[in-house]
């Protein structure tokens, strides 16, 4: 018996990355990864009441967790709104929860590529002592065949 099958709903976070590309081909500070004003969600809603919001947040989730974004905030000393004018200083506050997110970031990747490493060592000595295993195998094998 065959049944339709139901139409997939887009992935939520597949669509995220949708917006997102289309929001850094529409404005510079998207592409610039420049710190963004506070309440830029709502300029952007305002300008495109049918996008979705949770995928608006997520989209804008992305950008401002983003690697190129936070080493930006870390040095930056005003937000952008959608044109491209100046807004708001950015706080120590934000520069410092940037910093502590990328400092806590490369930890972990740090952390990551150890136990990777310690992983491959691992598996090498495995397989090395394996082999050692087959050879010492195969030479008593040789020793004691009855084909002397």
Known sequence: MNTPVAAATPNPVQTARVLLKELQEKYAVFRDYLPLAIGIDKQ???????????????????????????????????????EGNSTDE?????????????????????????????????????????????EKLNQLTAKFSRNR
């Not at 940037?98 to 060592?121: G, I, P, S, Y």
């Open 44 to 82: 952007l809603i305002a300008l495109s009441p049918d996008t979705n919001r949770k995928t608006l947040r997520i989209a804008l989730g992305m950008h401002t967790n983003s690697l190129r974004y936070l080493k930006g905030m870390e040095k930056a000393t005003h937000r952008f709104d959608l």
């Open 90 to 134: 950015v706080t120590e506050v934000h520069r410092t929860h940037a910093t502590e997110t990328l400092r806590e970031r490369f930890k972990k990747n740090a952390e990551q590529r150890k136990l990777q490493r310690a992983a491959e060592a691992a598996q090498q000595a495995a397989e090395k002592a394996a082999a050692q295993h087959a």
